[in-house]
């Protein structure tokens, strides 16, 4: 079974024989924030009534506190290196393309 997934070209080192190219995992990221992600745990953990008690108290404490975003996706960063030749034969790409790279369970 394979999974192919796209990397982004992040950076290009040449040194003359051999290419080495740093790839970041292409996925859109969608920023959340810190309080939806408490309010949403809390809620996880709560029954309905307790639920129907806690969270109009709890929404108003977080209101008061700033908005933080975040990642919702850490991203999978990938380094490889390989003749000059090799890199040459597979169209030479460049910083900001797309490379797909088939993941093969092993």
């Known amino acids: 079974m394979s999974e192919i ?3 982004r070209i992040q950076q290009i080192t040449d040194n003359g024989h051999a290419v080495q190219m740093s790839l970041i995992e292409d996925v859109q990221t969608e920023p959340l924030s810190q309080k939806q992600l408490i309010m949403e745990n809390v809620a ?3 029954d309905n009534e ?10 108003a404490i977080l209101q008061a506190q700033p908005t933080i975003k975040v990642k919702s996706y ?5 380094s490889i290196t390989m003749p000059k030749n090799k890199y040459q034969s597979i169209g030479s790409p460049q910083v ?3 490379l797909q790279v088939d993941l ?3």
């Open 74 to 78: 850490a991203q999978t960063t990938i």
């Open 5 to 7: 997934i796209g990397y």
């Open 104 to 106: 093969k369970k092993i």
């Open 96 to 98: 900001g393309q797309i």
């Open 50 to 59: 307790t639920k129907g008690q806690v969270m109009p108290l709890l929404e």
């Open 44 to 46: 996880k953990k709560l």
